[in-house]
């Protein structure tokens, strides 16, 4: 790991990364459609509700929906709780190709939208290049590439990321000759970002206690988080102007951290536990709550 990255006094392994995360949506079908068709992501159970969907050769589930009905649309303005959940592709050539796909897809993406979900923006953060989209409850979502580690730069003993114009002309050109069939063997859940109340109390819970490395502090608002030296797999900001939200709105339900071991995952509950916050064992896991109210799931991944 990186000099440059600040650890906390209890840290979780270098091993550690993001699981799947888990949604409440209003229409089931719709939602697996747009995931499935706009997203590219393979379904793993639809038998009922919920259902599963995530990447060819792998039984991971890296998006899970659940069904309420009568859900309401996220709020625009956000609440406290998911702002995106982002979908690593595994090279640049697959993020051109998706690139290339939703343009194509567009009326597709408008069938599927009911006037919430669309496209929302592109971003060169020189550490990865990304693409924005909200899915059909307004729920953000990130589908990015990551750079090469050993181009990512540091200063002042901390990573530099931005948020620049993409460019879409040269990224484009790395699409190669394949065609977009979903997306690739190898694509993984890359990170989430929150929104919270209050940053000092957001690196409380994830740095100090449950023990991520802060990796980035220089954004206006924002703090991000990582295990193992990587850029980030968790973001927290302070842009939305909460509250928590309503059992009846589109939201994110739980999203998962995956330690090497049953032991790191009791290690970090426990941290969490003693330090006063909501948390218990669950399944062979830790599901604990941060201050505002979004769960995550900390578990061992298989053996």
């Known amino acids: 790991m990186s000099e440059a990255i600040t650890s906390s006094g209890s840290r979780l392994p270098d091993e550690t990364r993001v699981g799947g995360v888990t949604l409440q949506v209003a229409d089931l079908g719709r939602s697996v459609d747009y995931y499935r068709e706009v997203i590219g992501l393979r379904v793993l159970d639809a038998s009922g509700d919920p259902a599963a969907l995530g990447a060819p050769g792998s039984a991971e589930p890296l998006v899970t929906l659940r069904a309420v009905p009568g859900t309401r649309p996220a709020p625009r303005r956000g609440a406290f709780g998911l702002f995106h959940f982002a979908i690593l592709l595994p090279d640049r050539g697959a993020l051109a190709r998706f690139v290339g796909h939703i343009g194509l897809a567009g009326s597709r993406l408008s069938a599927l939208s009911s006037g919430a979900s669309g496209f929302t923006g592109m971003a060169d953060h020189l ?3 990304a693409i924005y989209l909200s899915d059909p409850d307004g729920l953000g979502i990130e589908v990015y590439a990551d750079r090469p580690r050993d ?15 993409l460019d879409v002309e040269d990224l484009l050109s790395a699409a190669g000759d394949a065609a977009w069939d979903g997306v690739p063997a190898g694509t993984t859940m890359g990170h989430v970002h929150l929104h919270v109340g209050h940053l000092g109390e957001a690196a409380a819970f994830y740095q100090r206690t449950l023990g991520l490395d802060i990796t980035v502090s220089g954004y206006p608002g924002a703090l991000f988080y990582a295990a193992g030296g990587y850029h ?7 842009w939305s102007p909460g509250p928590a939200p309503a059992p ?3 939201q994110l339900l739980e999203w998962s951290l995956i330690v090497p ?3 790191d995952a009791d290690a970090a509950g426990q941290r969490l536990l003693n330090a006063g916050y909501r948390a218990a064992a669950d399944g062979g896991a830790w599901l604990a709550r941060d201050p505002w109210g979004t769960p995550v799931r900390v578990t061992a991944g298989p053996s």
């Open 127 to 129: 550490v990865s290049e």
């Open 151 to 165: 181009t990512w730069r540091y200063r002042d003993r901390e990573l530099v990321m931005a948020t620049n114009p």
């Open 232 to 238: 980030h797999h968790l973001g927290t900001n302070t």
């Open 248 to 250: 009846d709105q589109a």
């Open 261 to 263: 071991s049953p032991a």
